[in-house]
């Protein structure tokens, strides 16, 4: 696994796309029409946990799917934007709101639509199979997949790195 090559202690935020990202990139099709999507519960976890430590959590996607909003609701996120066709504009909605600064970022994403949010934040991430676009402009890539526990992998080694991975307030205690 590569070190990400920034400094960790800055992160105060973590923004993230979902398909591709915290979803897979193979969207099975309800019968009515609806994408229904896989998460892994690992990276469920790792948000959960980052928001109980006080991060501020965005999801920036431009699907549209209830049970997408309702996921990461019920794990806490407060700042979720669906349908978001330029991410960017979502994307100052959510630092204004919010009162961060673009360095305290870390925003993961895995294809063209992310490309300009990612040129924004202080550390572009992203998983191993986002498109090559995207891993050029990446300061680190996850030796993870979509959908198979970057999330986690990310948030983790931003936990680790500030002394909050394991640590007591991790178990609520």
């Not at 690992?42 to 049970?67: F, P």
């Not at 019920?74 to 204004?96: D, P, R, S």
């Not at 986690?152 to 640590?167: C, P, Y």
Request: with cysteine; net charge negative.
């Amino acid at each position: 696994m590569s070190k990400i090559n920034y400094d960790l202690s800055r992160i105060k935020a973590f923004a993230f796309d979902v398909d591709g990202v915290l979803s897979s990139d193979m969207v099975p099709l309800h019968p009515n029409g609806e994408p229904m999507r896989m998460v892994n519960i690992k990276d469920g976890y790792a948000i959960q946990l980052a928001v109980r430590l006080g991060y501020n959590i965005a999801i920036i996607t431009g699907g549209r799917t209830q049970a997408v909003h309702e996921r990461f609701s019920a794990l806490g996120v407060k700042h979720i934007f669906m349908g978001a066709k330029i991410k960017t504009e979502a994307y100052y909605q959510w630092i204004e709101s919010s009162n961060l600064k673009p360095e305290e970022i870390l925003y993961m994403g895995d294809d063209i639509p992310d490309y300009e949010v990612m040129q924004l934040v202080g550390l572009p991430t992203c998983p191993a199979d986002a498109a090559p676009e995207i891993k050029a402009i990446s300061t680190y890539i996850s030796p993870k997949k979509g959908g198979c526990g970057c999330g986690r992998d990310v948030i983790e080694e931003v936990l680790k790195a500030q002394g909050k991975w394991m640590a007591d307030e991790a178990f609520g205690w």
